[in-house]
């Protein structure tokens, strides 16, 4: 079965840093979303993204936030100063309709410290 | 937005036990899907259920779209099924996101 791939699995880095968290969507889907869970807290909606740009976003992706799909496979998220508050799983997830049946990869968990 | 609520949010079986999970939204969906996620924090999809009734093994989901609720059914719990539950919806006609609920903790033991 298809699989979103998600690298790294685990991220440890100092506050102020920068930080990128790449995703393989599945490779027919046309959308992609970020999304992210704080410990213990439930799955907040990032980011979507479809044909080179962002489609909706919310209150959480502010400028410290950029998504790129820099090649035809990858879709990467950014985050240019990390915060301790930015310590989170994140998930990446594509689907080949708007909005539904997604797929969601294994997630990374970042650390800032 | 839409706003979705679960219940019961934890929930502890024994091994062999069935139950049922119910997930309740503030406002009509055309997206809607049940995720398990396992103690190593991966969200695995299980279902992808607007209306309807859906079954996979042990588990099944029945969506009632027009009252704004759906339901997971485990039969036969296992210790394996232990973890969090969580549903999601979104309407595509407003939003291409997905806004989950908090969650069910499902415990089951020996």
């Known amino acids: 079965e298809p699989e979103v791939t998600q690298t790294p699995s685990h991220q440890v880095t100092q506050m102020g840093q920068e930080v990128i968290l790449r995703c393989v969507p599945i490779s027919n889907h046309l959308y992609f979303y970020w999304y992210r869970q704080i410990l213990g807290q439930k799955v907040e909606f990032l980011v979507s993204?479809?044909?080179?740009?962002?489609?909706?976003k919310s209150e959480i992706f502010d400028d410290q936030f950029s998504v790129e799909r820099p090649d035809g496979s990858n879709f990467t998220l950014k985050i240019r100063s990390t915060k301790l508050e930015d310590s989170a799983m994140y998930f990446c997830a594509s689907s080949e309709v708007r909005g539904t049946g997604y797929t969601f990869g294994s997630g990374t968990r970042l650390t800032v410290v | 937005g839409i706003q979705v609520e679960q219940s019961p949010p934890d929930l502890i079986l024994q091994e062999g036990a069935n139950s049922t999970l119910r997930c309740n939204f503030s406002d009509s969906v055309n997206n809607l899907q049940w995720f398990h996620q396992n103690p190593w924090g991966q969200l695995i999809n299980l279902f992808y259920i607007p209306s309807g009734t859906k079954q996979n093994g042990r588990l099944s989901a029945t969506t009632v779209a027009t009252e704004r609720y759906s339901l997971l059914y485990i039969s036969s719990s296992q210790t394996t099924d232990s973890g969090v539950y969580f549903c999601a919806g979104g309407n595509t006609g407003t939003a291409s996101k997905l806004t989950f609920g908090t969650g069910t903790r499902l415990q089951v033991t020996l």
């Open positions: 993204f479809y044909n080179n740009e962002i489609s909706e």
